[in-house]
């Protein structure tokens, strides 16, 4: 969509919305689109365009008939666009649901549908529906970001556009392109799941998205309709959890203790093909799924065997092989843009540019006067970005109308007023994104029992859908991940030492250190990723803000200290699994289409876009030693591209790795 085009609808909207009676095609061709040259018939095809996107901004286009004539004639039928038809319903919510719905926005802050989040909320307080609300201490859930394949799977779901991926079958072991009609995205034992129409088999199938080989291509030239009423987490609710087997390894001596505190048994004597470096260790680890398991495996390189079962075996040395595979590939050349932000954007259009606008007018109608760079910041722009939208919003207007006729906005004195908003002060309703990131957050809360019992959540859901109408019916087709804790014992003893201002003293297991230690710490907040709960301390071994994960706690109590007062919790949430330091070592990685979610992941300091698609980011680690257990792990997703030093280790992880599978 061009900028030309971009002003073109605004006033064509506009003029939409405007008109009582409704206007004849030839006069919208004449007074907005100003256009003599062409055909009518390519006139005709502008047109339905035009009235596509706006449909896709939430705004029908209603044809008027007069009375005995056709609606195939373009002489007499009238178009308009009904002013309470396009119009986000009244919601008044409370304080205590105003907090319930901003945890439920804010659960996918980071993830695929963070933005579309951003701007229901907006819409609601654009119309006035949000209360003063303090988050809860101690509550902070959020979804992981589940990778660039949720995002385009997401994405030509709502289209419906059918895709196609290789995957790996977990029932045959073979990597086959499946082209596939998405019906649904939902989480189940802590995996994300494609519900869709199997076009190849000609049935319903399961796709779980981590056996996705290759990057996802959307179909867009092809279209499907999803069976009516279908919901995934029903149809997710029916999937058998996967039996509990047992996985034989052999483990280097005196390596990996968290595998082997999870060992069944005692260990036995080892010996691993080509193991002349010392004794090895047999230990029995019980698994339900090979490829999550395959993918632990994989991480710890040359020191972790598997003897059994085969599909095991197979899936860590495919990774492995993958790793090994990518890193011997040619090496692009790094260079990085003068100006990169921190995080990795997605390229702006002239589409968010014009749904920012629809956003803009009803905001600033029920905020008058505030700073522009308020303004800036609560649409996640630049002040340019913003003036730009105002300079095309104050030449907007009725078609041929007098000066009285064009939106009127100031900013002089960098305080933003408006004063004439022509018919656009109430926000348009909810997208099907925006439905389903508020009401399939909100499904999410369930987990939280503290959330669960009382009656906020279910009165704010019951408000949500009714505003919704529609679009919210198809958040049936998203089902988020379970966020309870899986040790509550561990989060009511943190929650309840924030709140006293208490020290901890915990024993932590640190698997990249590979080691078990004793630490006092001032505990600051709690937060989660999925239903893996974190808190965020102020250590004093290390002398800083470090983040403990729950399930890694083997005890904890207080310590019978008050905190200190250089106890700080770092800005904004999610909370950085990494605090920066100046030692860090500075990385720059190459990562595969299929793996370019892991410059958000970790925190990309500069990101540049290849041609053939990934990316090359710069990446701080604290941990350089870490480093070929992170390549191996992600198996041909990421490879080092500089230091050289730590390129040539991960290789040589990997390939020695590879040398106890054989080669």
């Known amino acids: 969509m061009s900028a030309s085009r971009t002003e073109r609808l605004l006033n064509l909207l506009i003029a939409l919305l405007n008109t009582r009676y409704g206007l004849r095609r030839s006069e919208l061709r004449e007074k907005i689109y100003h256009d003599t040259s062409s055909s009518e018939a390519a006139f005709g095809r502008m047109f339905e365009r035009d009235k596509s996107d706006l449909r896709q ?12 004539w056709s609606s195939d004639d373009p002489a007499t039928t009238r178009y308009r666009i009904g002013k309470e038809s396009n119009r986000l319903p009244d919601v008044s919510l409370t304080s205590a649901e105003c907090t319930v719905l901003m945890l439920a926005a804010q659960l996918w802050e980071q993830a695929a549908l963070g933005s579309a989040a951003q701007d229901a909320m907006r819409k609601l307080q654009a119309a006035g529906g949000l209360s003063e609300a303090e988050l809860p201490p101690g509550v902070q859930p959020r979804i992981k970001p589940a990778g660039q394949a949720f995002e385009d799977l997401l994405a030509a779901m709502h289209a419906q556009h059918p895709v196609s991926f290789r995957y790996l079958a977990g029932s045959t072991g073979r990597e086959e392109v499946r082209s596939v009609e998405p019906w649904g995205l939902g989480s189940r034992f802590g995996q994300w799941y494609l519900v869709g129409f199997d076009r190849g088999r000609a049935a319903k199938r399961h796709f779980r998205l981590s ?33 509990v087997r047992s996985a034989v390894v052999d ?45 632990e495996l994989a991480s710890y390189g040359p020191h972790a065997v598997v003897v059994s079962p085969p599909e095991l075996r197979s899936a860590v040395r495919r990774r492995l092989a993958a790793a090994a595979h990518f890193a011997a590939a040619p090496a ?64 907007s207007g009725l078609p041929e109308g007098y000066p ?4 009127d906005i100031q900013w002089e004195d960098d305080h933003v007023f408006i004063t004439q908003d022509l018919e656009m002060n109430r926000p348009v309703r909810f997208t099907v994104d925006e439905a389903c990131a508020l009401l399939t957050g909100l499904e999410t809360l369930n987990g939280l029992p503290e959330l669960a ?16 109408g529609e679009e919210g019916l198809k958040a049936a087709s998203i089902a988020g991940p379970q966020v309870g804790p899986a040790n509550s014992g561990h989060l009511a003893t943190i929650r309840q030492a924030i709140s006293d201002r208490l020290q901890l003293r915990l024993t932590y297991f ?12 001032d505990p600051l907040r709690l937060y989660s990723l999925d239903n893996t709960w974190y808190f965020e301390a102020y250590c004093h071994s ?36 990494f605090t920066p330091n100046d030692d860090d070592t500075v990385v720059t990685v190459e990562l595969a289409p299929q793996g370019a979610g892991l410059a958000d992941d970790y925190y990309a300091e500069r990101t540049a876009a290849l041609p053939a698609g990934g990316l090359i980011a710069e990446i701080r680690f604290g941990n350089a030693a870490w480093l070929p257990m992170f390549v191996a792990q992600h198996g041909g997703s990421v490879r080092i591209l500089a230091p050289e030093d730590l390129a040539d280790a991960a290789q040589e992880w990997i390939a020695a790795a590879l040398a106890r599978y054989g080669g």
Request: proline residues 8%; glycine residues 8%.
């Open 542 to 577: 290390a002398r800083g803000l470090r983040n403990f994960r729950l399930d890694r706690i083997e005890s904890l109590a207080p310590n019978g200290q008050v905190v200190t007062t250089a106890a700080k919790p770092a800005e904004g949430f999610p909370v950085k699994l």
């Open 332 to 395: 692009p050349v790094i260079e990085f843009p003068d100006t990169v932000p921190a995080k990795r954007p997605r390229k702006r259009t002239s589409e968010d540019q014009l749904k920012r606008m629809l956003q803009l007018v009803p905001f600033l109608v029920h905020n008058q006067g505030l700073h522009i760079s308020e303004v800036a910041s609560s649409f996640g722009v630049s002040r340019k970005e913003l003036e730009d939208d105002l300079r095309i919003l104050i030449c």
């Open 453 to 468: 019992e009382g009656s906020a959540l279910e009165s704010v859901t019951v408000k949500l859908m009714a505003a919704a």
């Open 510 to 521: 640190s698997p990249q250190r590979d080691s078990m230690s004793v630490r006092d710490v």
């Open 211 to 243: 056996r996705f080989t290759s990057a996802v291509t959307v179909l867009d030239k092809e279209s499907y309709t999803p069976p009516a009423g279908f919901n995934v987490r029903t149809e997710l609710d029916s999937l058998p959890e996967l039996p």
């Open 251 to 295: 483990v280097a001596n005196g390596k990996l203790l968290g595998l082997r505190k999870r060992a069944t048994g005692p260990s036995v004597p080892g010996s691993p093909a080509g193991a002349d470096d010392g004794a090895w260790d047999r230990i029995e680890v019980p698994f339900r799924d090979a490829e999550v398991l395959g993918e």
């Open 404 to 407: 009285d006729d064009l939106l």
């Open 57 to 68: 901004f939430g705004f029908d286009v209603e044809a008027v008939m007069d009375k005995g």
